[in-house]
């Protein structure tokens, strides 16, 4: 997964927001546009829209994205930070036997999630499904384990995001069908994640908020979902599946953008320089 890009209606305040709470680096401001990401990794990309409303209530969009850090020490930084800068952005916190992870809302409402794995060879499957669960985990507990005087600041990814959409059927048939990702756990017919590349879930569509929704208006939120996939021929593979399908694509020569059935944008990008660090999908 790469970059998550959000419209913004006030850009300065949320670029204080993830870089001096969230600990994120301000890669770049040209203008409207501001990057913030981790070493040479963009992780958030914020564009100014301040001509755009809120979201409606219970639309279809963002649930939260989520950025992976490598390191629990990385991670307790960045909770330490948001907890001391603005604990009244933390929604919540919980250990997913595969994960940990902690929650929060930026300034304008958008969900986040920050997290670290477990090792692969700790996760238990049955039949092709991920075991994972919702137990308690203590944010303070964490912080005190966890929390070094000097952390290493080390790689921070966009790990997977999670959406909200009108019906899970739906979701399965344009993500899992269409686009080609693997069904890796299912809560009945309010949650679905997927994933390329065994991984515990690149993407998750619920909906717990948006049970119905349509497709969604242009509005402040969720902007574009970037995916990365091994190298070109995999970009024309893909933009034949989405012919075949009928699926609207824009094809630049480099990337593949197209929107699912609630109108959240996905860009689809070849990787320039691949390698066993830097996992791509197989869609």
Same mark, same amino acid.
């Given at each position: 997964?790469?970059?998550?890009?959000?419209?913004?209606?006030?850009?300065?305040?949320?670029?204080?927001?993830?870089?001096?709470?969230?600990?994120?680096?301000?890669?770049?401001?040209?203008?409207?546009?501001?990057?913030?990401?981790?070493?040479?990794?963009? $992780?958030?990309?914020?564009?100014? *829209?301040?001509?755009?409303?809120? %979201?409606?209530?219970? +639309? =279809? /969009?963002? #649930? &939260?994205?989520?950025?992976?850090?490598?390191?629990?020490?990385?991670?307790?930084?960045?909770?330490?930070?948001?907890?001391?800068?603005?604990?009244?952005?933390?929604?919540?916190?919980?250990?997913?036997?595969?994960?940990?992870?902690?929650?929060?809302?930026?300034?304008?409402?958008?969900?986040?999630?920050?997290?670290?794995?477990?090792?692969?060879?700790?996760?238990?499957?049955?039949?092709?499904?991920?075991?994972?669960?919702?137990?308690?985990?203590?944010?303070?507990?964490?912080?005190?384990?966890?929390?070094?005087?000097?952390?290493?600041?080390?790689?921070?990814?966009?790990?997977?995001?999670?959406?909200?959409?009108?019906?899970?059927?739906?979701?399965?048939?344009?993500?899992?069908?269409? $686009?080609?990702?693997?069904?890796? *756990?299912?809560?009945?017919?309010? %949650?679905?994640?997927? +994933? =390329? /590349?065994? #991984? &515990?879930?690149?993407?998750?569509?619920?909906?717990?908020?948006?049970?119905?929704?349509?497709?969604?208006?242009?509005?402040?939120?969720?902007?574009?979902?970037?995916?990365?996939?091994?190298?070109?021929?995999?970009?024309?593979?893909?933009?034949?599946?989405?012919?075949?399908?009928?699926?609207?694509?824009?094809?630049?020569?480099?990337?593949?953008?197209?929107?699912?059935?609630?109108?959240?944008?996905?860009?689809?990008?070849?990787?320039?320089?691949?390698?066993?660090?830097?996992?791509?999908?197989?869609?």
């Amino acid at each position: 997964m790469g970059a998550v890009t959000l419209r913004v209606g006030n850009l300065d305040a949320m670029i204080a927001y993830y870089r001096d709470v969230v600990t994120l680096e301000l890669q770049s401001h040209d203008g409207p546009v501001a990057v913030l990401g981790r070493g040479q990794t963009p $992780l958030v990309i914020l564009q100014h *829209a301040p001509e755009l409303a809120a %979201a409606e209530p219970r +639309s =279809a /969009g963002l #649930y &939260h994205s989520a950025i992976l850090f490598d390191t629990q020490a990385d991670l307790a930084a960045a909770v330490y930070s948001i907890g001391a800068k603005s604990p009244g952005t933390f929604t919540g916190s919980a250990d997913h036997l595969v994960s940990q992870a902690f929650y929060f809302t930026d300034p304008e409402g958008n969900g986040i999630e920050l997290y670290w794995d477990r090792d692969r060879t700790l996760w238990s499957w049955t039949h092709g499904q991920v075991e994972m669960a919702s137990l308690h985990l203590d944010p303070n507990a964490f912080i005190s384990e966890h929390l070094s005087a000097a952390p290493s600041e080390g790689r921070a990814v966009v790990g997977h995001v999670h959406l909200s959409v009108g019906d899970v059927a739906s979701a399965r048939e344009f993500y899992v069908n269409r $686009l080609g990702f693997e069904a890796t *756990a299912n809560f009945g017919p309010s %949650a679905l994640f997927v +994933s =390329a /590349g065994g #991984y &515990h879930h690149h993407m998750a569509m619920n909906t717990w908020e948006s049970s119905g929704s349509g497709k969604r208006r242009l509005a402040l939120g969720l902007g574009e979902i970037s995916i990365t996939v091994p190298g070109a021929d995999d970009i024309g593979a893909l933009d034949e599946r989405m012919t075949h399908y009928k699926v609207p694509t824009s094809h630049d020569g480099q990337t593949l953008a197209f929107d699912d059935p609630w109108a959240n944008r996905i860009r689809v990008r070849a990787s320039g320089a691949a390698s066993a660090s830097d996992p791509v999908a197989t869609l």
